[in-house]
């Protein structure tokens, strides 16, 4: 069984930083990409940002330049750091990782239970 539990999400100001993390758990052989959406209220979940095991990143238009994903491949963990926020960043932020619990196997998709991030105007 594999579990992703974030942290790190909260109130901030318009104009403030949060860091959310993100450690995956379980039975996990390997991790491919990981990544981090988002979906605000009576809005579709869309992607923030992506990286892959060897440390490629993409990143929605709307965060580039403010946003910083990264990992931890020993510890199965994915980091966000949030700058520079704004008010529309407000929303519930998914981790999601592809990854196989056995060698030899596709990759599934595993979700986190989300973590709300609200900001101020």
């Known amino acids: 069984q594999v579990q992703l539990v974030e942290s790190g999400g909260g109130l901030v100001q318009a104009g403030g930083s949060l860091r959310l993390s993100c450690v995956a758990s379980?039975?996990?052989?390997?991790?491919?990409?990981m990544g981090w959406y988002r979906q605000a209220p009576g809005k579709q979940r869309e992607l923030v940002a992506a990286?892959?095991?060897?440390?490629?990143?993409n990143y929605a238009d709307s965060v580039k330049g403010r946003f910083t994903i990264s990992r931890d491949n020993a510890m199965n963990t994915v980091y966000l750091q949030m700058n520079s926020l704004k008010p529309e960043d407000t929303a519930v932020y998914y981790c999601n990782a592809d990854l196989q619990t056995r060698g030899f196997t596709p990759g599934k998709n595993y979700w986190g239970q989300g973590t709300q991030v609200t900001v101020s105007s």
């Open positions: 379980g039975t996990i052989f390997s991790i491919n990409a």
């Open positions: 990286i892959t095991s060897g440390g490629l990143t």
